[in-house]
C-alpha cells in the first residue's frame, strides 16, 4: 500500500475590483489590442486598499475546506506560496492559520515566484507521504499589483491579484498510475537567471520594490522548460501523453500555454485556460484554474492533471496528480 496526497477540496478567492485592459489605455502607450494578441490577457483583478494576500488567502482556504467538509481545527499543515505576503515576517501562513482560528499544526510560506504553487504542493505532498502530516492546505495567494511599476507598460499590464487553495489529505493507493492523489512532482531552479525577472527592493534598501523583467528570455525559457518539466514527472508517474485529462498551467500568457500543450501534444481542449479574467497571479495561478476547471465542470474526480510553472529564479517545475 503506497501513502497518497490526494486533493478533497478546493476553492478560490478574486478581489472585487475587475481592470480590463482597456483602463491602461489613458495612462500608458498601449491598446487592448496588443495586451490581447501578445498576453492573451483581457481583464485582472485588483485587490482594494487594505485587502492583503492573508486575507485572500483565507477565503479561498475557506472554500477549499467546505467543499472537503474538513474543519481548520483538523489540519495539521499550512503551505502558502507567495512572493508578495503582507510583512517581510512572519508568513502569510501563520497569519491564516490565526484567520482560520487555528491552534494546532504549524504554518510557513513558500518562495518561488510563478513556481511557487508546484513547489508548495511538492513539498505539502512529501509532508504526507513521510506521516508528518494528515491534512494540509495547500494555498497560492499574491498581491502583485503592490509590486507593479505602472510607468512600465512590458509588466504592469500582465499581473493581477487573486488566490487558490487545495486541501490535501493522506489515503491509499496501490502504487500504480490508478490512484488518486500527488502521483509524481519535479521541480528545478537555476539562479543564474535572477536578472530575467526580480523585484528591485528588499530589507536590504528598506523599499519592498518594482518587478523587473526581460518578457522575451524568460519566454523563451518558458517554451523551452515548461513541457520537459512536465513530460520528467509524467515519466516519473509512468503517465503517457493519452493518459492526460487536464494541462492546468500557470497563466502568463496564452502563447506560453499553446506553445507547451503542442510540445506536450496535446491540443487546447484538454487545457483549463483562465489567464483573459486572471491575468498572471504569479503562484496564484494555478490553484486559482484548478478551481475554476472544477466549477466550470472541466476537472472531475479520477482525471489525471498535469500541472506545470516557471518563474523567478529561475524556478520551474511540475505535479502530476489524479484529481
Ligand atoms: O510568470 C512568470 C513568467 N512570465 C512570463 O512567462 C512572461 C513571459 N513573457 C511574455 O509573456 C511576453 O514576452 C510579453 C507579453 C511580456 C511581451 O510580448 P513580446 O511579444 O515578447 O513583446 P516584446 O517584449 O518583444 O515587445 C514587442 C514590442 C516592443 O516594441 P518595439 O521594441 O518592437 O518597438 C515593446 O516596447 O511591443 C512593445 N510593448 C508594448 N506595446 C504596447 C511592450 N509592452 C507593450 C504594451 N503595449 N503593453
Same mark, same amino acid.
Not at 481583464?43 to 492583503?52: I, K, L, N, V
Not at 511599476?149 to 499590464?157: L, N, Y
Not at 508517474?237 to 498551467?249: C, F, L, S
Given at each position: 500500500?503506497?501513502?497518497?496526497?490526494?486533493?478533497?477540496?478546493? &476553492?478560490?478567492?478574486?478581489?472585487?475590483?475587475?481592470?480590463?485592459? %482597456?483602463?491602461?489605455?489613458?495612462?500608458?502607450?498601449?491598446? #487592448?489590442?496588443?495586451?490581447?494578441?501578445?498576453?492573451?490577457?483581457?481583464?485582472?483583478?485588483?485587490? =482594494?486598499?487594505?485587502?492583503?494576500?492573508?486575507?485572500?488567502?483565507?477565503?479561498?482556504?475557506? @472554500?477549499?475546506?467546505?467543499?472537503?467538509?474538513?474543519?481548520?481545527? !483538523?489540519?495539521?499543515?499550512?503551505?502558502?506560496?507567495?512572493?508578495?505576503? #503582507?510583512?517581510?515576517?512572519?508568513?502569510? +501562513?501563520?497569519?491564516? !492559520?490565526?484567520?482560520?482560528?487555528?491552534?494546532?499544526?504549524?504554518?510557513?510560506? *513558500?518562495?518561488?515566484?510563478?513556481?511557487?504553487? *508546484?513547489?508548495?504542493? =511538492?513539498? +505539502?505532498?512529501?509532508?504526507?507521504?513521510? !506521516?508528518?502530516?494528515?491534512?494540509?492546505?495547500?494555498?497560492? =495567494?499574491?498581491?502583485?499589483?503592490?509590486?507593479?511599476?505602472?510607468?512600465?507598460?512590458?509588466?504592469?499590464?500582465?499581473? &493581477? #491579484? &487573486?488566490?487558490?487553495?487545495?486541501?490535501?489529505?493522506?489515503?491509499?493507493?496501490?502504487?500504480?498510475? =490508478?490512484?488518486?492523489?500527488?502521483?509524481?512532482?519535479?521541480? /528545478?531552479?537555476?539562479?543564474?537567471?535572477?536578472?530575467?525577472?526580480?523585484?528591485?527592493?528588499?530589507?536590504?534598501? !528598506?523599499?519592498? &520594490?518594482?518587478?523587473?523583467?526581460?518578457?522575451?528570455?524568460?519566454?523563451?525559457?518558458?517554451?523551452?522548460?515548461?513541457? +520537459?518539466?512536465?513530460?520528467?514527472?509524467?515519466?516519473?508517474?509512468?503517465?503517457?501523453?493519452?493518459?492526460?485529462?487536464?494541462?492546468?498551467?500557470?497563466?502568463? /500568457?496564452?502563447?506560453?500555454?499553446?506553445?507547451?500543450?503542442? @510540445?506536450?501534444?496535446?491540443?487546447?481542449?484538454?487545457?483549463?485556460?483562465?489567464? $483573459? #479574467?486572471?491575468?498572471?497571479?504569479?503562484?496564484?495561478?494555478?490553484?486559482?484554474?484548478? %478551481?475554476?476547471?472544477?466549477?466550470?465542470? $472541466?476537472?472531475? $474526480?479520477?482525471?489525471?492533471?498535469?500541472?506545470?510553472?516557471?518563474?523567478?529564479?529561475?524556478?520551474?517545475?511540475?505535479?502530476?496528480?489524479?484529481?
Amino acid at each position: 500500500m503506497t501513502t497518497r496526497a490526494i486533493i478533497k477540496g478546493v &476553492g478560490h478567492y478574486l478581489p472585487a475590483r475587475v481592470v480590463p485592459n %482597456s483602463e491602461f489605455e489613458a495612462t500608458l502607450e498601449t491598446t #487592448d489590442e496588443w495586451i490581447k494578441a501578445r498576453s492573451g490577457i483581457e481583464r485582472r483583478h485588483f485587490a =482594494a486598499d487594505g485587502e492583503t494576500t492573508s486575507q485572500m488567502a483565507a477565503h479561498a482556504a475557506r @472554500k477549499a475546506l467546505d467543499m472537503a467538509g474538513v474543519d481548520a481545527a !483538523q489540519v495539521d499543515a499550512i503551505v502558502l506560496a507567495t512572493s508578495t505576503p #503582507d510583512l517581510t515576517f512572519p508568513s502569510a +501562513a501563520t497569519m491564516v !492559520q490565526a484567520e482560520l482560528g487555528m491552534k494546532n499544526g504549524f504554518a510557513f510560506d *513558500v518562495q518561488a515566484v510563478c513556481a511557487g504553487f *508546484v513547489y508548495a504542493l =511538492a513539498n +505539502a505532498n512529501a509532508l504526507i507521504v513521510s !506521516q508528518q502530516a494528515k491534512r494540509v492546505l495547500v494555498i497560492g =495567494a499574491e498581491t502583485f499589483s503592490r509590486i507593479m511599476d505602472w510607468t512600465d507598460r512590458g509588466t504592469c499590464v500582465l499581473f &493581477g #491579484d &487573486g488566490a487558490g487553495a487545495v486541501l490535501l489529505e493522506a489515503g491509499t493507493g496501490d502504487g500504480t498510475k =490508478a490512484d488518486r492523489g500527488i502521483l509524481a512532482t519535479d521541480l /528545478n531552479s537555476d539562479g543564474t537567471y535572477k536578472d530575467l525577472l526580480y523585484v528591485d527592493g528588499g530589507v536590504n534598501d !528598506q523599499n519592498s &520594490g518594482k518587478l523587473r523583467m526581460e518578457g522575451k528570455e524568460v519566454f523563451r525559457h518558458a517554451v523551452e522548460k515548461l513541457a +520537459a518539466t512536465a513530460h520528467k514527472a509524467m515519466e516519473k508517474a509512468g503517465v503517457e501523453t493519452r493518459d492526460v485529462d487536464w494541462v492546468v498551467p500557470h497563466q502568463a /500568457n496564452l502563447r506560453i500555454i499553446k506553445a507547451t500543450a503542442t @510540445k506536450m501534444g496535446l491540443p487546447l481542449e484538454n487545457v483549463v485556460v483562465t489567464v $483573459q #479574467d486572471h491575468g498572471n497571479t504569479s503562484a496564484a495561478s494555478i490553484p486559482l484554474a484548478l %478551481s475554476v476547471g472544477v466549477e466550470r465542470g $472541466q476537472i472531475k $474526480q479520477g482525471d489525471m492533471v498535469v500541472t506545470e510553472a516557471i518563474g523567478g529564479g529561475l524556478a520551474w517545475g511540475s505535479v502530476v496528480l489524479r484529481w
